[in-house]
């Protein structure tokens, strides 16, 4: 039995340095979400955006600072509610030697392959199915695919995680811009109730957006609403 999680999150005063460097990559951090709540980071390549996300799903802890989802330090979390809780759309998509099927399930461990076929639908995949449906093998020894290929079976595995909360990470780089419009209007969708933490440098879906983070050099030098820009 899994207790509900909200999807609140609190992001504290987070100081965080990567082994071996002395200089801080993330200066004194806070960001303050609430349930539902979208939040866009903006900033130039370098300045720690993905960084911030790796220490979310604590990849990493921050030797400063304090994070919490629903008032529960990150610490604290089981690593299997962790999970559940937070669906995230990495910057780079790990597609693995597989099934499409084994691609997928990881996402949604009961999912049926009704589900995974829809969820390629929904991110213009059919054609993947093409063939051996969701036997198709991928990568080494199988089909191999295109890097928008790769980008979409990541936002596929999103819809099928329905978590609480959506960290995405630049999740449309290098797609054309009308594709971009529409995975972006997909995911959105999904996460209409969901809390929303969303990586970009592009302006495609900033207006849905309730807070608008500019970072640079580590640190938040900007937040607003849609209206700043
Ligand atoms: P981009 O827009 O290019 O994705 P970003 O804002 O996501 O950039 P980060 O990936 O968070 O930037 O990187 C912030 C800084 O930390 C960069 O200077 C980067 O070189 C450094 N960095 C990132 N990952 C590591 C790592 N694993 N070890 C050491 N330094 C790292
Ligand atoms: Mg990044």
């Not at 933490?197 to 957006?209: E, K, S």
């Amino acid at each position: 039995h899994q207790a509900q999680v909200n999807g609140d999150i609190s992001i504290r005063n987070i100081t965080y340095t990567y082994y071996g460097s002395d200089e801080p990559v993330l200066k004194d951090v806070s960001l303050e979400l609430k349930q539902g709540e979208k939040l866009a980071l903006l900033g130039r390549t370098g300045c720690g955006k993905s960084t911030l996300l790796q220490l979310l799903t604590r990849n990493w802890d921050p030797q400063q600072g304090d994070i919490s989802i629903d008032g529960i330090a990150l610490p604290a979390w089981h690593e299997d509610s962790l999970r559940q809780a937070i669906t995230v759309v990495s910057q780079r998509v790990d597609v693995f030697n597989g099934s499409l099927r084994e691609n997928l399930v990881l996402a949604k461990p009961d999912g049926s392959d009704d589900e995974f076929r829809d969820a390629l639908a929904k991110v213009g995949l059919e054609a993947l199915l093409e063939g051996k449906g969701l036997d198709t093998w991928l990568g080494e020894g199988g089909r191999q695919i295109s890097g928008g290929e790769r980008r979409r079976i990541g936002i596929a595995r999103a819809l099928l995680h329905d978590a609480p909360i959506l960290l995405m990470d630049e999740p449309t780089e290098g797609l054309d811009r009308r594709t971009e419009q529409q995975i972006i209007k997909l995911l959105l969708d999904h996460a209409k109730d969901k809390t929303v933490l969303f990586i970009t440098h592009r302006l495609v879906g900033l207006d849905q957006m309730d807070q608008i983070c500019l970072m640079d050099e580590g640190k938040i030098i900007e937040s607003g609403q849609h209206d700043m820009l």
